[in-house]
């Protein structure tokens, strides 16, 4: 079965630091990608970052970077230097190409204090 | 570029009344999806397009909702008639490789 499964339900972190958010999945497919999303309060899902399941480096992008564990299935999200901006819903997601279908995790609401 | 269009924004309806919305996804984007976010979850895909055809309506419950890309571009759900767990923001999203998804700002539906 395809699952995508995000632990943790809330988050804190202190202006200017990192903080990563966990995201493990499962699939028996070999080919597949994996995708953070950002949901503001206004509602918008906004794409962040995305990795398929053959790319040999980490994505990064800006101040997000996916770190990508296959043998252990978790492509944990890493926000460097965080601002006020990025409190916010984040949701992890998976597409698997032999069954052309998107799995979301439940979310992860990362707070951002000064 | 312009992003994905959703209208409206709002809705309020009593139940047992029915209800439509409206997408427009970015240009030349073929593939168009449909998601259910129920508050305090993940989104749930109801149905994927590929140019006016359906994909996956797999999980789009069929006896009330229904959904229709006519012209392979814009794409109209209807909720006839709405129960009160319809309640939840209701999410377009387009793709050009059917890979990356870009969601529109999505209608936030309550059925009383």
């Known amino acids: 079965a395809q699952k995508i499964t995000q632990t943790q339900p809330g988050m804190f972190v202190q202006e200017k630091e990192a903080v990563t958010l966990d995201c493990t999945y499962d699939t028996s497919d070999p080919s597949y990608g994996l995708f953070w999303y950002k949901q503001p309060s206004s509602g918008e899902m906004i794409f962040l970052i995305y990795?398929?399941?053959?790319?040999?480096q980490n994505a990064t992008e800006g101040r997000y970077s996916l770190n990508f564990q296959k043998a252990r299935k978790s492509a944990n999200l890493v926000i460097s230097a965080s601002q006020l901006g990025d409190s916010a819903m984040y949701f992890c997601a998976m597409r698997v190409h032999n069954f052309n279908k998107f799995y979301f995790g439940s979310g992860t609401k990362l707070n951002v204090k000064p | 570029e312009a992003g994905v269009a959703q209208s409206p924004r709002y809705k309020i309806i009593e139940k047992r009344q029915s209800v439509a919305f409206w997408c427009n996804p970015i240009s030349g984007h073929a593939t168009l999806y449909w998601y259910q976010q129920i508050l305090g979850q993940g989104p749930k895909l109801l149905i994927q397009f590929q140019n006016n055809g359906v994909v996956d309506d797999s999980q789009l419950p069929k006896d009330r909702f229904s959904a229709e890309r006519l012209k392979g571009v814009d794409s109209t759900l209807k909720i006839q008639p709405a129960k009160l767990e319809d309640s939840a923001v209701y999410l377009c999203a387009s793709s050009f490789d059917g890979e990356t998804q870009y969601f529109g700002p999505g209608t936030r539906l309550l059925v009383l």
């Open positions: 990795q398929g399941s053959y790319d040999q």
